[in-house]
């Protein structure tokens, strides 16, 4: 299925046909009444001109289509100049609107106070609106954040593992379940390095467990290989015991660093909580475990934006409303200043 913006362009076609007779009318009919035929043949004129500088050419080339389209997602908003084009709309409907009221009721000064009224407290309304739209850019930025700290995170990681996969091969380290899984995981984690978020959440398990596991590898497997890990940390970055509950922690080198704490902020099973607290030779345990907290940040990060994108849709409607009450403004100004010219004195 191919999507084609034209078709859905045109079922909105008769909508938007209506419409403009409708607003035609109300300008026609306002205009007869401040003016009568003149108003009238001025009126036509002015809203002739735009179709007639199009046919000759002089008329400025709008795209009223956007450039791109957001199928099954929140949307965009819009373009500048489309929202342009409906505010004109809204302006122009609101001032013959309110002009054939003020004629229909003979609204007087009062009505045009209570509508001042009215008038002034939108503006509390645009208040919250952009109250709304800071919070929104926090949470944005906060998004963003914690996206990039699981993308760092899995290549701190990805190079630890790599070292070991390195010392594996050599010799040095002879755990042949752990050495397996360094081979294995490292594709593993660079995915997780260049993951947009909404892949991270969809296609990352929800336990450490699960983070250690490749292929067909079963939980006893996984757990295994966490222990030989562990294991592997102690004995190449040992932590001394000085009595009295004191703990000397190994000294900093190539291969025992103390991990970002960006990239460990969390234990969430409480197993091996030291690796969270010094220098250790592969942090897999505490970046699995923050990269799982963050997980959670995300997605509750991404409900508030994806509610946010939802509702910002909407807004444009309060805002075409809002020009449609400035139409009005304008209408009750020019019908205020007609009554004062035809008073005698």
């Known amino acids: 299925m191919i999507f084609a913006p034209e078709e859905k362009v045109m079922i909105m076609l008769p909508v938007i046909i209506i419409s403009m007779v409708v607003i035609i009318f109300l300008l026609l009919a306002a205009a007869y009444f401040l003016w009568k035929i003149t108003g009238v043949i001025i009126c036509a004129i002015i809203l002739i001109l735009p179709g007639l500088l199009a046919i000759s050419g002089y008329f400025p080339a709008i795209r009223w289509l956007p450039y791109r389209y957001n199928i099954g997602g929140a949307g965009e908003v819009g373009s500048p100049a489309g929202i342009s084009c409906l505010f004109i709309a809204g302006i122009l409907t609101g001032w013959a609107f309110f002009i054939l009221i003020q004629k229909a009721f003979r609204a007087g000064e009062r009505f045009r106070t209570v509508f001042d009224i009215f008038l002034i407290l939108t503006a509390a309304v645009n208040g919250i609106f952009w109250v709304h739209d ?40 002879k755990n042949v379940l752990s050495c397996q899984w360094a081979s294995d995981i490292q594709g593993k984690l660079n995915d997780y390095t260049y993951q947009l978020p909404s892949v991270f959440m969809q296609f990352t398990p929800d336990t450490v467990v699960g983070l250690y596991k490749t292929y067909n590898m079963s939980d006893s497997q996984a757990e295994k290989i966490r222990e030989e890990l562990n294991e592997y940390n102690l004995r190449m970055c040992p932590e001394k015991q000085l009595g009295q509950g004191v703990t000397q922690l190994a000294p900093p080198s190539r291969l025992c660093q103390e991990t970002p704490i960006q990239y460990c902020d969390a234990i969430i099973e409480n197993k091996y909580s030291h690796t969270a607290r010094g220098e250790v030779a592969l942090a897999s345990e505490c970046v699995f475990s923050s990269m799982l907290r963050n997980k959670k940040i995300l997605s509750k990060q991404g409900t508030e934006l994806s509610e946010s994108s939802q509702n910002s849709n909407f807004r444009w409607l309060w805002f075409i409303l809002l020009s449609v009450l400035l139409g009005g403004k304008v209408a009750t100004l020019m019908y205020k200043i007609r009554e004062s010219s035809s008073v005698k004195v």
């Open 134 to 173: 800071k919070e929104i850019s926090s949470i944005q930025s906060a998004h963003q954040e914690t996206s990039m700290n699981i993308n760092s995170s899995s290549a701190y990681l990805l190079k630890q593992v790599e070292y070991y996969d390195e010392q594996c091969r050599n010799g040095v380290v």
